[in-house]
């Protein structure tokens, strides 16, 4: 898995992107973490410079997460999880918690929303998934159409334009695998959520369920941004990753 460092700190953040992204999502966050911190942010198994995992499979992604966290010399860090790289940053806590020290999830879905459950029913799935991410006109509509579930004007696909969509299709098959989110109860590392100002109406929902889940989340609001926070929001994130 190819894991990019950012910085020489000897505090140490792991960095899991979202659905389609890749380790640069976290760049401009990473150039506003004060001195002292180090960033490691990989490209998950399939995206980016990453080669696919030996098998889909939720434990065997985090295994090779796992090792090569062991590989770099990380003995313990805070996780950032964008997106669906919040549920694979909680998957990391329940196989090795004495890795991590807290968790920030940012933007977090708990489930698979309605918009796109649509694209795993099985062969017409797969043609509407093809129709709607990996053309041009379709990108536009169903950027379109996602603008209308919150208040943004973010390119919410710009990075399906280089994206593996048989790569992004299986991570949508997996996260819908690890569902119900009450899988994750036994989680009692620290855990804070970063929510964009303007994100969609699942996000809100799946924040309740997590808190429903542990009343001891802190809940941050990330001020005038949406779903995409990583670039508008970087600085608000680097504060938070970083706070004691």
Known sequence: MHIERFGEGDRQIVALHGWGGDHRHFAPMALRLPAGWRLWSADLPGYGRSAAPAAWTAGAIVDELASDLDRLGVVRARLIGFCSGAILALLLAQRRSELVERILMIDPFAYVPWYFRLFLGGAFGRRAYRVSFASPTGRRVI??????????????????????????????????????????????????????????????????????????????????????????????????????
């Open 143 to 244: 950027t379109a159409v996602l603008r209308r579930l919150q208040s943004s004007d973010e390119d919410f696909l710009k990075a399906f334009e280089r994206v593996d969509h048989d790569v992004a299709l299986r991570w949508l098959r997996l996260l819908r695998e690890v569902e119900p989110v009450s899988r994750f109860a036994d989680v009692r590392t620290p855990v804070a959520i970063a929510v964009g100002e303007h994100t969609f109406k699942a996000v809100r929902r799946s924040v309740e369920m997590f808190r429903a889940m542990w009343p001891w989340a802190e809940v941050h609001k990330l001020r005038a941004v949406g779903h995409l926070p990583l670039v508008r929001g970087a600085a608000q994130l680097a504060a938070l990753a970083t706070q004691d």
